[in-house]
């Protein structure tokens, strides 16, 4: 089954602080894809990210970069010189490949970055 | 990308109404999809839109409570019937594009739904 864990509830840093949100996913799949999303406090949710299983490789997106790990099942993304407006839940997600396209999410983070 | 509409945004209901909520993508899409958000909660969805056919529900969620329609490409409705206070959460539309082929949904700005 499927399943995607971000173990940390809340985070609150201060400003231009980096910051590393978590995400540890469980799949039986071999080809999967692995999301991040934002939800900042108007509510709609932004998609930042979509790797699939075969790409391990890091990428990087100004102050967004993301370490996608298959050793340890982990996923995870920091926010370099954080900002204000980056405050707002986070959420990983996972697609299996055998799902038709259905995407489960993680709990959320929900990030605060104090001024 | 895609950019996704939902009307309304917003509604307060009375308890035993229906709400109906729309859902527009600016492009043809393969999938659609329809997702409930608790208060503080992370997002479950409901069920898979599919275009001219019956929609797909989730475990949990039953037709004659969450009856979805599709009727093209670009649209689709998800109302809420017999509206209960546990029915107040945001209701979150998402669709991936047909010209892309990642799959990648992209969400609409939701309908937060409160019902005394």
């Known amino acids: 089954a499927q399943k995607v864990t971000q173990a940390q509830t809340e985070i609150s840093v201060v400003e231009k602080e980096d910051v590393t949100l978590d995400c540890v996913y469980e799949t039986r799949d071999t080809t999967y894809y692995l999301f991040w999303y934002k939800q900042p406090p108007s509510g709609e949710l932004v998609f930042l990210i979509r790797r699939n299983s075969f790409d391990e490789q890091n990428e990087i997106s100004g102050r967004y970069s993301w370490n996608f790990q298959k050793s340890t099942s982990s996923f995870n993304f920091t926010i370099t010189a954080s900002q204000v407006v980056d405050s707002a839940v986070y959420f990983c997600?996972?697609?299996?490949?055998?799902?038709?396209?259905?995407?489960?999410f993680g709990s959320g983070t929900r990030l605060s970055i104090r001024p | 990308s895609a950019v996704i509409s939902q009307k309304p945004s917003r509604d307060i209901c009375q308890r035993g109404t229906s709400l109906t909520i729309q859902c527009q993508v600016d492009?043809?899409?393969?999938?659609m999809f329809w997702y409930r958000q608790q208060p503080g909660q992370s997002l479950t969805l409901i069920a898979t839109?599919?275009?001219?056919?019956?929609?797909?529900?989730e475990s949990g969620f039953v037709i004659d409570k969450f009856p979805i329609s599709r009727p093209n490409l670009t649209f689709s409705t998800l109302t809420v019937s017999n509206m209960s206070p546990e029915d107040s959460s945001i209701y979150l539309c998402?669709?991936?594009?047909?010209?892309?082929?990642?799959?990648?949904?992209?969400f609409g700005p939701g309908t937060r739904l409160t019902v005394l």
């Open positions: 998402s669709a991936a594009p047909l010209a892309e082929i990642t799959d990648t949904q992209y």
């Open positions: 839109a599919n275009q001219g056919s019956e929609a797909t529900y």
């Open positions: 492009s043809q899409v393969t999938m």
């Open positions: 997600a996972l697609s299996e490949a055998s799902s038709a396209s259905k995407i489960i």
